[in-house]
């Protein structure tokens, strides 16, 4: 079960062992991925269907890899009426926060007369990768597929596996609901091959997006730069920061929440209230006593997991800052004042009711969030992710003779003798 510590020499081990949370040993996988991803590029459909028919259906038939829009329908319309009001307003939530994102061409002309700017332009082909088996995450759907729609791709094709040929019904539901283009029962790094390859009944995609297992993620690893991905996903995580104010009930249950993830999910509290520490401890174990997933909250809990006392919000801060999470709850009264201090998270949540599950279903901005520390240099994923930037430049003749003595000398410098004549050609 979870600890309470305070030792610096405690922190520092468990910074440890966050650290070696990220680190993956694809050693054992490697190999195989790799020999799948080049049999798919040679082999195509035939190479598919081979494979598929080995991890998830004995029975499938290539010829039915794509699941027809009519059975997205049906899967929607055989929920009842509130999981349908759900996945509708989860939708238009979403929808609308990521329109805020959204980016237009600009253009301006500067002091010497150049015409300078940047193009905006959709991706225009995507593949979003939703993992099957254990669990179904309709959410995921919807977190994929709404800011590309949004971004305006013009196709949107997603792929998942289909272990005996059953794919959970909410995961049709949200894809008819985000009104994919294209549905493939197929998955693993197999999928995500046919994807950046293409094959004969799979279209080839320009980026793939999309959490999976880690042979989803070594394989996005190796068709990367063919094709481009979002990121490569690791163990989900949250750290929260409290003080006196916090209720240790709603503390103690969004600790659990990020818990039950998997086995080396990480939930960290960084409280400065030594008492309310141990009552954030004892709602955990009450609530832990009444929980489904007892045997996965046992592994995260005890090993990847923490309450660490602090002294103030100050040195929570600096310690929430090293973990860089994906998930940051500030449980305070007046959280507003910490922002400017936050330099490394996924997505931050402010105040006593802004709770994680609420930004994994139903607030509107993604779920998909860098893990493991690289909310130091990634973000959320977002409608960027779904477009393309090019500089524009028109020069008058009167700003490139302006500029042609300085280009001159700079590319003479580099010793790009080319250069230099391109631009001083103009003038002469």
Same mark, same amino acid.
């Given at each position: 079960m ?9 922190i ?12 993956v &040993? ?16 040679? &082999? ?21 890899i ?8 049906e ?42 700017g ?9 593949? $979003? ?11 995921? $759907? ?5 800011p ?8 949107i ?13 909410? $995961? ?52 990367y ?23 240790p ?14 086995e ?38 005890? &090993?990847?997991?923490?309450?660490i ?34 330099? &490394?998270?996924?997505a931050?949540?402010?105040?006593h ?12 901005p ?16 977002? $409608? ?19 500029l042609v ?20 050609v103009?003038?002469?």
């Amino acid at each position: 079960m979870i600890e309470i510590i305070k030792n610096k020499n405690e922190i520092e081990d468990f910074f440890k062992v966050l650290k070696k949370r990220g680190a993956v &040993n694809s050693g054992d996988f490697s190999n195989t991925v790799k020999e799948i991803v080049k049999d798919i590029e040679l &082999n195509g459909d035939e190479a598919l269907e081979k494979y598929t028919k080995k991890f998830d259906n004995p029975d499938f038939d290539i010829k039915n890899i794509e699941i027809k829009k009519d059975k997205l329908k049906e899967a929607f319309d055989s929920l009842d009426e509130n999981t349908k009001k759900v996945l509708i307003r989860a939708k238009e939530r979403i929808y609308s926060y990521h329109l805020h994102q959204k980016r237009e061409s600009w253009m301006y002309k500067d002091e010497i007369g150049a015409s300078l700017g940047m193009k905006i332009t959709p991706i225009e082909k995507v593949g $979003v990768y939703v993992p099957g088996g254990k669990a179904a995450y309709p959410s995921s $759907v919807l977190m994929n597929i709404i800011p590309a729609k949004v971004a305006g791709c013009k196709t949107i094709n997603m792929v998942t596996p289909a272990p005996k040929g059953l794919i959970n019904p909410l $995961v049709l539901a949200a894809a008819y609901v985000a009104e994919v283009d294209h549905v493939y029962q197929v998955g693993g790094a197999q999928a995500i091959a046919a994807l950046a390859f293409g094959t004969k009944s799979i279209e080839k995609v320009d980026k793939i997006v999309g959490p999976g297992n880690i042979f989803v993620a070594l394989a996005k690893r190796e068709v990367y730069g063919l094709v481009g991905i979002d990121s490569i996903a690791g163990p989900s995580e949250i750290c929260v920061i409290a003080d006196s104010s916090c209720n240790p009930k709603y503390v103690a249950a969004d600790l659990l929440a990020q818990a039950e993830h998997d086995e080396i999910a990480s939930s960290t509290l960084f409280i400065t209230d030594e008492g309310k520490a141990k009552e954030v401890k004892a709602e955990l174990i009450n609530y832990y006593n009444n929980a489904e997933r007892k045997a996965i909250l046992d592994k995260s809990l005890t &090993n990847c997991s923490k309450i660490i006392v602090v002294k103030d919000i100050d040195e929570a801060i600096k310690y929430a800052n090293r973990v860089a999470p994906e998930h940051l709850e500030i449980a305070v009264d007046e959280p507003e004042k910490y922002i400017d201090k936050i330099n &490394n998270a996924g997505a931050i949540f402010m105040g006593h009711y802004s709770a994680e599950s609420f930004g994994d279903y139903m607030s509107g901005p993604n779920h998909v969030l860098p893990t493991v520390a690289t909310a130091r240099f990634f973000s959320p994923l977002g $409608v960027d992710d779904f477009i393309k930037k090019t500089s524009l430049q028109c020069l008058s003749k009167e700003a490139a003779l302006s500029l042609v003595d300085d280009v001159d000398s700079f590319a003479k410098l580099e010793g790009l003798t080319m250069h230099a004549l391109a631009a001083r050609v103009r003038k002469e």
